[in-house]
Structures are given as structure tokens and as C-alpha cells.
């Protein structure tokens, strides 16, 4: 947990219990929904509320600690911030698979440069069918 309370800290944020374990939540099952997030804290902290789950991610997302994955027609997930990455997202079961942005990277800059436009931070998410949804698409074919 040292380095929650390190990000914590560095972004102004109080240590909590509650934040400690959506982020342990976060960080260990990946990009989750509000509602599974919820689900799991509950498991192990039963009195915490849903209310308190929405307050302290949006103050999370607010104070860039986690970041919010916008998924075209589904909850938008939550994951830890880390370094530049793209989403490969499921339109069938929503799941979001982080990708090296290092396999963009050259496109990217030299898109950005041929714009003549200075790049400071990507998001990019692709959308299609993880390999689970394309195996259930072809049985039923």
C-alpha cells in the first residue's frame, strides 16, 4: 500500500481507508465499472456505501490518481494512471485491454508533427471484438 498513500500524498489527497482499497481494487483487477468496484470493496468492507465509492473516485479521477476509460454505450471503467497506453475495447462484453503506446508512438508523432501540432498526452481507444467474443460469434456461426 506504500505507494496508494505516496500517491496520495503527491496529489493533495488524504490517506483513507476507502481510497486505499479502491485503488488496491483498481490495481488489481484492472478496469472495473463504478458498480464492480463497488462489489468487491463491499466483500471485504460491507458498511462502506455506494455514495462513498462515487464521491472518492470522481475526487480520484479529479486529482488524476485514476483515470476514467470512457466505453462508447457501457460505464465508463477506472484504472490506475500510468504511462501513456492505448484501449483495445469489446463492443460485445466491454472488457478494455491496455496496449504499449510504444507500438503507436512513431504514427502518433509523425501525425502530430505533419499537423504541425506539439503532442503532450494520448488516449486512444480501438474499438472491435476480444478474441473470447469473436471464439462465441464463430461457434454460433
Known amino acids: 500500500m506504500g505507494d496508494y498513500i505516496s500517491m496520495l500524498k503527491q496529489n493533495g489527497l488524504k490517506t483513507t481507508f476507502q481510497r486505499l482499497y479502491i485503488m488496491q481494487v483498481i490495481d488489481d483487477y484492472g478496469h472495473l465499472d463504478i458498480d464492480e468496484i463497488y462489489s468487491k470493496v463491499l466483500l471485504v468492507h460491507p458498511s462502506i456505501s455506494l455514495a462513498t465509492i462515487y464521491k472518492n473516485i470522481l475526487t480520484l479521477v479529479e486529482k488524476k490518481v485514476i483515470k476514467e476509460v470512457p466505453i462508447e454505450g457501457k460505464k465508463s471503467k477506472y484504472e490506475i494512471l500510468k504511462q501513456d497506453h492505448f484501449h483495445l475495447i469489446c463492443i460485445e462484453c466491454g472488457s478494455v485491454e491496455d496496449c504499449d503506446y510504444e507500438e503507436l508512438s512513431g504514427v502518433v508523432s ?20 476480444c478474441k473470447k467474443c469473436i471464439d462465441k460469434i464463430n461457434e454460433k456461426s
Not at 509523425?110 to 471484438?129: A, D, I, P, T, W
Open 110 to 129: 509523425s501525425s502530430s508533427r505533419h499537423h504541425h501540432f506539439l503532442q503532450k498526452k494520448v488516449e486512444l481507444s480501438v474499438y472491435g471484438y
